[in-house]
C-alpha cells in the first residue's frame, strides 16, 4: 500500500546527507569537546563550533550567539524562565501570544508561582497577532515578549518583524520561536528585531534531540541547567555531538534548498488546498495566504477529527490533528486530552475544537500522495457523517426548511 | 494489523461499527453529549416485555467513542432493562479489552447513553 506521510509539522524525516555528516562522530569522532587537551576532544571541538558557524549563517547570526540544547521545548524553556530571570529586579511582567506552544505555555506556570504578571495577546479569527495589542501591552516593567514565528497547527505566520520593533523601541527582551519555520521559509535576526530565537534540527530534516537558542549579543539569559562551563554558560552537559553536528548539516542544506523545496511544497499546497474545496462543509483554518508553505489546516462540520484521522490512517494518510502535544493519546487521564487551545484562540466553537486536522508537506511528499488523500477523504466524511446525530439533525433541519 | 493507540477489538468495533441508525418510534432515547471534547451519543432502544429488543445508535466522536457505542448496543440487546441499566462505563471498557487511560472517559458516554434512553423510556411508560 501507498503511505503518504502528511505530518512534518511534528518531525521531519532525517536528510540521508545530514546522516552522512553524521555518521564519523558516532564512530571515529567520539570526543567530548570538553576534554580538548588530545586531539579526539579537539575534533569534537572543532566540530560543534563549525555547527554553530552553520546554523547561525541560516539565521543570519554570529556563530556566537549561538546555543545548542536538546530542541525546542528546551530552548523554548531557557528563553521564558532564563530571560525572565536573566531581565531582574523590578521586571515582573511577562507578555506571550494565545497561540504559543506548550514549552512556552507551560513554562508560564512556575513564573506565575512566582509572582510574575502574565499578559496574554488574543489573536484575530486567522490566528494573526495584531501589533497594536502588543504596543498596549508593553510597559518599562514588562521583562520579555514571546510570540511565535509560524503556528504548526493552523500554519499562520505572525508579523514578528513589525512587533519586534514595537519590542524594541519598548526596550522589552523579544523572543521568537521558529520550530516550525526556520528552514522553511527565511528567518533572519537582520530582518527581525528579535533578541531570542528558538530552532529546532528535526523540524527541517535534521535529527531529533538538537535544538538552538539565538541570543542576540548583550541579552540577557539566567542558565537553566546547572554543572560545566559549556555553551558559554547557558547550558550545562556534555553536547550531543553527533546531533549538533546534524544540526549544522541540516541548516546547511536547508539554506542552500529551502526555496526550492517551498516552491514544490507551495505546489502541492494548493492541489490539496483546492481539492478539500470539494468537500461541503470544509472550514479552512489559519490565515489565506500568510501560510507556511505546504501547511493545510481545516475542520470539516459534523466530523470528529480523531475518527477522521484514524480512517486516513488505514488508507495511509498520514496526517495529524492539533498539536501532536495536545492529541496525546498516551496521557495519563482526562486532564490531558484538551480541546485545541490554538482553535479555541482563532473563535472555533469549542465543540469542535477536537476536529482540527493539519496536513503538513515535507519535499519528499509527491502528486500521486496528495491524490491518494483527496481521494479517501470524502468517503470518510460520508461515513462518518453518515454515522454522526449532529449530521442527521442538520439533514433534518434542512428538509424542513427546504 | 497494527492497531495504533487502541486494541484490535476497538479497531475492529471503530472501522465496522454495529447497529449503526435510528429506530423509527423508539421507546427510549437517550442523549448525552461530552462537554470535554464536544463529542455526542444518541441512543435509540426497542423495548418489549422488559427487554431491550433492539438498540441502534449514531456518535459524533472519535475512535473510542464510536467503538464503545457499538459494543454498548452488542452488550444490552437481549438485556432486561434492569439488567441494561446495570452496565458501567468499565463493562464496556473492559469488552473492548481496554482503553487508553485518557480516552477513558469516552465509554462514560455510552454509560450514561443507556441510562438515559431507559430513563426516557420509563417517562414515557408511567403509570
Ligand atoms: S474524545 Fe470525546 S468521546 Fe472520546
Avoid at chain 1, 526555496?259 to 514544490?264: I, N, S, Y
Avoid at chain 1, 483527496?374 to 439533514?395: E, H, K, N
Wanted: hydrophobic content about 40%.
Amino acid at each position: 500500500m501507498t503511505k503518504a506521510f502528511f505530518d512534518h509539522i511534528s518531525t521531519t524525516p532525517l536528510d540521508p546527507r545530514v546522516f552522512e555528516a553524521m555518521r564519523p562522530y558516532f564512530f571515529d569522532r567520539y570526543g567530548n569537546p570538553s576534554s580538548h587537551i588530545h586531539d579526539q576532544g579537539q575534533a569534537a571541538v572543532r566540530a560543534v563550533d563549525q555547527a554553530r558557524a552553520e546554523v547561525a549563517a541560516l539565521i543570519g547570526a554570529k556563530a556566537g550567539e549561538i546555543v545548542f540544547t536538546s530542541g525546542a521545548t528546551e530552548s523554548n524553556n531557557l528563553a521564558v524562565l532564563g530571560a525572565a530571570e536573566g531581565a531582574g529586579a523590578g521586571k515582573r511582567r511577562v507578555v506571550v501570544s494565545d497561540v504559543e506552544h506548550f514549552s512556552v505555555m507551560n513554562a508560564l506556570i512556575p513564573l506565575r508561582n512566582a509572582g510574575y504578571e502574565v499578559t496574554v495577546l488574543p489573536v484575530d479569527r486567522n490566528g494573526v497577532v495584531d501589533p497594536d495589542a502588543v504596543r498596549k501591552a508593553l510597559r518599562a516593567d514588562t521583562a520579555l515578549l514571546s510570540v511565535m514565528h509560524a503556528n504548526s497547527e493552523i500554519g499562520t505566520i505572525e508579523p514578528v518583524g513589525q512587533i519586534g520593533q514595537i519590542a524594541k523601541e519598548a526596550g522589552v527582551t523579544f523572543h521568537v520561536d521558529a520550530t516550525a519555520s526556520a528552514g522553511h521559509i527565511p528567518v533572519d535576526v537582520r530582518e527581525i528585531p528579535a533578541d531570542l530565537v528558538t530552532l529546532s534540527a528535526h523540524n527541517f530534516y535534521g535529527p531529533k534531540g538538537a535544538g538552538a537558542l539565538y541570543l542576540r549579543e548583550g541579552t540577557k539569559v539566567a542558565p537553566r541547567t546547572f554543572g560545566g562551563f559549556q555553551e558559554m554558560g547557558y547550558r550545562a552537559g556534555t553536547e550531543n555531538v553527533p546531533a549538533v553536528v546534524g544540526m549544522g548539516a541540516a541548516a546547511i542544506l536547508a539554506g542552500r534548498e529551502m526555496g526550492a523545496w517551498a516552491e514544490h511544497l507551495s505546489r502541492l499546497g494548493k492541489t490539496l488546498w483546492d481539492g478539500l474545496a470539494a468537500i461541503p462543509m470544509l472550514h479552512y483554518t489559519g490565515h489565506p495566504s500568510e501560510r507556511l508553505p505546504g501547511h493545510v489546516s481545516f475542520w470539516v462540520e459534523h466530523v470528529e477529527g480523531e475518527s477522521l484521522l484514524l480512517f486516513l490512517n488505514m488508507k495511509g494518510v498520514m496526517a495529524a490533528s492539533g498539536s501532536a502535544c495536545s492529541s496525546n493519546l498516551r496521557g495519563h487521564d482526562e486532564e490531558d486530552l484538551v480541546a485545541s487551545p490554538v482553535l479555541r484562540a482563532i473563535g472555533v466553537p469549542s465543540d469542535i475544537c477536537t476536529g482540527s486536522i493539519t496536513f503538513s508537506l515535507g519535499k519528499g511528499n509527491t502528486a500521486d500522495e496528495v491524490r491518494l488523500a483527496l481521494d479517501a477523504l470524502p468517503g470518510i466524511v460520508d461515513r462518518l457523517r453518515a454515522m454522526s446525530p449532529t449530521y442527521l439533525d442538520y439533514q433534518k433541519r434542512q428538509v424542513k426548511g427546504g | 494489523m497494527a492497531a495504533g493507540p487502541y486494541s484490535e477489538k476497538v479497531m475492529d468495533h471503530f472501522m465496522n461499527p454495529r447497529n449503526v441508525g435510528e429506530i423509527e418510534s423508539a421507546d427510549g432515547v437517550g442523549e448525552v453529549g461530552n462537554p470535554a471534547c464536544g463529542d455526542m451519543m444518541r441512543l435509540y432502544l426497542k423495548i418489549d416485555e422488559g427487554m431491550v429488543v433492539d438498540a441502534k445508535f449514531r456518535t459524533f466522536g472519535c475512535g473510542a467513542a464510536i467503538a464503545s457505542s457499538s459494543m454498548l448496543t452488542e452488550m444490552i440487546k437481549g438485556k432486561t432493562v434492569d439488567e441494561a441499566r446495570a452496565i458501567t462505563n468499565q463493562h464496556v471498557a473492559d469488552a473492548l479489552d481496554g482503553l487508553p487511560a485518557v480516552k477513558i472517559h469516552c465509554s462514560v458516554m455510552a454509560e450514561q447513553a443507556v441510562k438515559s434512553a431507559l430513563d426516557d423510556y420509563a417517562k414515557k411508560h408511567a403509570g
